[in-house]
């Protein structure tokens, strides 16, 4: 079967850096959406990651590992505004996005 | 408008009725997407569209129909609502459904059925 699986919830500080993992099973494989959703909001585009390595967008930065099966988002700098869940997506075979249950961020002051 | 529109924003909706949300979009993409929202799970594909005429089943499909007559428009109909269809439901599209388009969202309809 095709499963996504993320941690259910953190927490971080202010300013502090966070990781939020991913793992995946598909039919085949062709790259990994990251989204954030505000609550009560529409997820919304962060990143998208086909071959291994570390892609850095600001303060946003997304890690494969194919072989590993494996995904992670990074957050530096973190603000308040962070708070959100953050939700992962990997494409199978026939282009649809499996997506996990997301990862609900509690930034603390 | 500039996006994705879905309307109604919420509805409380009695067991049995009918009940019709509409999704429009502005962005001249081809594919369309239905996903139902629920807590502890992630979005699941309910009724997807290729293309101005073609139409797909997702992952649960059972008890939604969808049409689309054009590019913009892609409304998805619940029959004869029950409980369990009470979700959140966001309507997305991308530019095309056979490759890494990224998929945007519309703001969504808190769906309760009663």
Same mark, same amino acid.
């Given at each position: 079967?095709?499963?996504?699986?993320?941690?259910?919830?953190?927490?971080?500080?202010?300013?502090?850096?966070?990781?939020?993992?991913?793992?995946?099973?598909?039919?085949?494989?062709?790259?990994?959406?990251?989204?954030?959703?505000?609550?009560?909001?529409?997820?919304?585009?962060?990143?998208?990651?086909?071959?291994?390595?570390?892609?850095?967008?600001?303060?946003?930065?997304?890690?494969?590992?194919?072989?590993? =099966?494996?995904?992670?988002?990074?957050?530096?700098?973190?603000?308040?505004?962070? &708070?959100? &869940?953050?939700?992962?997506?990997?494409?199978? &075979?026939?282009?649809?996005?499996?997506? =996990?249950?997301?990862?609900?961020?509690?930034?603390?002051? | 408008?500039?996006?994705?529109?879905?309307?109604?924003?919420?509805?409380?909706?009695?067991?049995?009725?009918?009940?019709?949300?509409?999704?429009?979009?502005?962005?001249?993409?081809?594919?369309?997407?239905?996903?139902?929202?629920?807590?502890?799970?992630?979005?699941?594909?309910?009724?997807?569209?290729?293309?101005?005429?073609?139409?797909?089943?997702?992952?649960?499909?059972?008890?939604?129909? %969808?049409?689309?007559?054009?590019?913009?428009?892609?409304?998805?109909?619940?029959?004869?609502?029950?409980?369990?269809?009470?979700? %959140?439901?966001?309507?997305?599209?991308?530019?095309?459904?056979?490759?890494?388009?990224?998929?945007?969202?519309?703001?969504?309809?808190?769906?309760?059925?009663?």
């Amino acid at each position: 079967g095709q499963n996504i699986d993320q941690p259910t919830e953190m927490t971080a500080t202010e300013g502090a850096i966070v990781q939020i993992n991913c793992t995946y099973q598909t039919s085949g494989f062709n790259g990994l959406f990251w989204y954030q959703q505000h609550a009560g909001e529409a997820p919304t585009f962060l990143s998208y990651n086909v071959l291994d390595g570390l892609e850095e967008k600001g303060r946003f930065s997304s890690f494969l590992s194919r072989s590993k =099966g494996y995904s992670y988002l990074l957050l530096k700098e973190l603000q308040m505004k962070d &708070s959100a &869940s953050y939700l992962c997506a990997a494409l199978d &075979s026939n282009y649809q996005l499996i997506w =996990g249950a997301g990862t609900k961020l509690i930034i603390k002051p | 408008i500039a996006g994705i529109t879905q309307a109604p924003t919420s509805q409380i909706l009695a067991a049995g009725r009918r009940m019709t949300l509409r999704c429009t979009q502005d962005m001249r993409h081809n594919a369309m997407y239905w996903y139902r929202q629920d807590l502890g799970l992630g979005l699941r594909l309910i009724h997807y569209s290729n293309t101005a005429g073609t139409t797909g089943k997702g992952e649960v499909p059972d008890g939604y129909s %969808v049409s689309r007559a054009n590019t913009d428009d892609f409304p998805l109909t619940l029959a004869s609502a029950v409980p369990s269809q009470t979700s %959140v439901y966001f309507c997305a599209s991308s530019d095309s459904a056979t490759n890494t388009d990224t998929q945007y969202f519309g703001p969504g309809t808190r769906l309760t059925v009663l």
